[in-house]
T-cell receptor, first 113, second 112 residues
Framework: DAGITQSPRHKVTETGTPVTLRCHQTENHRYMYWYRQDPGHGLRLIHYSYGVKDTDKGEVSDGYSVSRSKTEDFLLTLESATSSQTSVYFC????????????FGPGTRLLVL | SQQGEEDPQALSIQEGENATMNCSYKTSINNLQWYRQNSGRGLVHLILIRSNEREKHSGRLRVTLDTSKKSSSLLITASRAADTASYFCATDDKEYGNKLVFGAGTILRVKS
C-alpha cells in the first residue's frame, strides 16, 4: 500500500465527541488527501494538503478540520462527531501533482453512535 | 458534485468473459484514471490516460477515451474471479485544480 498507514483502523465513538484520524506516509510525497466513502457516493474529498502547513477544503469539508505539521503526517479531526459522519475514511498521497496517480491507505471505519 | 459517472452500476459475468465499464464526465480534463477497490480495502490505481491519448493498454486492461463525448471505457479481457471488485473512474477536472473527482463506481462480479 505504497507506504501509507492509517490509524486507527476502526473506531466507535459517541455523538458530540472529537475524533482525530491519522495518516502517515513514508514516501515523502507532497500531496495528501482525506476522502470519505459512502454507499452510492463513491469517494468525496474532505480536505487536502499541498505541503507542510498548506491545506485546502474539498467538496465535503463542513465539520472537519485538518493539520499537517510534517511532510509525513496528515491529521483529520472531526470537531464534534455526528451520526452523518459515520463512514469509511481514506487517506491518499500523490507525488507530482494531485491530478496524477494517487496511492491510497487501507481506510478507517468510523461509527458514530 | 461528482464528475465521473460509471455505467453500469453493477455487472455480473462468467469467468473468461470480457467486462466493459463506462465513465462519463462533464468538464475539460487533463487526465482520466481508473482505480480498483477490493472489498474492505483501499483503492488501487490501474491506469491513467491523458486527454491527448485515445487508447491505452495494460495487461488485460484496455482503456479508451473520447474527449468529444466526454466518456471513457474500461475493458477487462478474459476476466478472472480475482477481478471481482469495484471499479472507479476519476478525473482531474481543470476547474478543481490539483484534485481528483471520483464517480460512484461499477461493482463487477466474476463468477467461476
Amino acid at each position: 500500500d505504497a507506504g501509507i498507514t492509517q490509524s486507527p483502523r476502526h473506531k466507535v465513538t459517541e455523538t458530540g465527541t472529537p475524533v482525530t484520524l491519522r495518516c502517515h506516509q513514508t514516501e515523502n510525497h507532497r500531496y495528501m488527501y482525506w476522502y470519505r466513502q459512502d454507499p452510492g457516493h463513491g469517494l468525496r474529498l474532505i480536505h487536502y494538503s499541498y505541503g507542510v502547513k498548506d491545506t485546502d477544503k474539498g467538496e465535503v469539508s463542513d465539520g472537519y478540520s485538518v493539520s499537517r505539521s510534517k511532510t509525513e503526517d496528515f491529521l483529520l479531526t472531526l470537531e464534534s462527531a455526528t451520526s452523518s459522519q459515520t463512514s469509511v475514511y481514506f487517506c491518499a498521497i500523490s507525488s507530482r501533482t494531485g491530478r496524477e496517480t494517487q496511492y491510497f491507505g487501507p481506510g478507517t471505519r468510523l461509527l458514530v453512535l | 458534485s461528482q464528475q465521473g459517472e460509471e455505467d453500469p452500476q453493477a455487472l455480473s459475468i462468467q469467468e473468461g468473459e470480457n467486462a466493459t465499464m463506462n465513465c462519463s464526465y462533464k468538464t475539460s480534463i487533463n487526465n482520466l484514471q481508473w482505480y480498483r477497490q477490493n472489498s474492505g480495502r483501499g483503492l488501487v490505481h490501474l491506469i491513467l490516460i491523458r486527454s491527448n491519448e485515445r487508447e491505452k493498454h495494460s495487461g488485460r486492461l484496455r482503456v479508451t477515451l473520447d474527449t468529444s463525448k466526454k466518456s471513457s471505457s474500461l475493458l477487462i479481457t478474459a476476466s478472472r474471479a480475482a477481478d471481482t471488485a469495484s471499479y472507479f473512474c476519476a478525473t482531474d477536472d481543470k476547474e478543481y485544480g490539483n484534485k481528483l473527482v471520483f464517480g460512484a463506481g461499477t461493482i463487477l462480479r466474476v463468477k467461476s
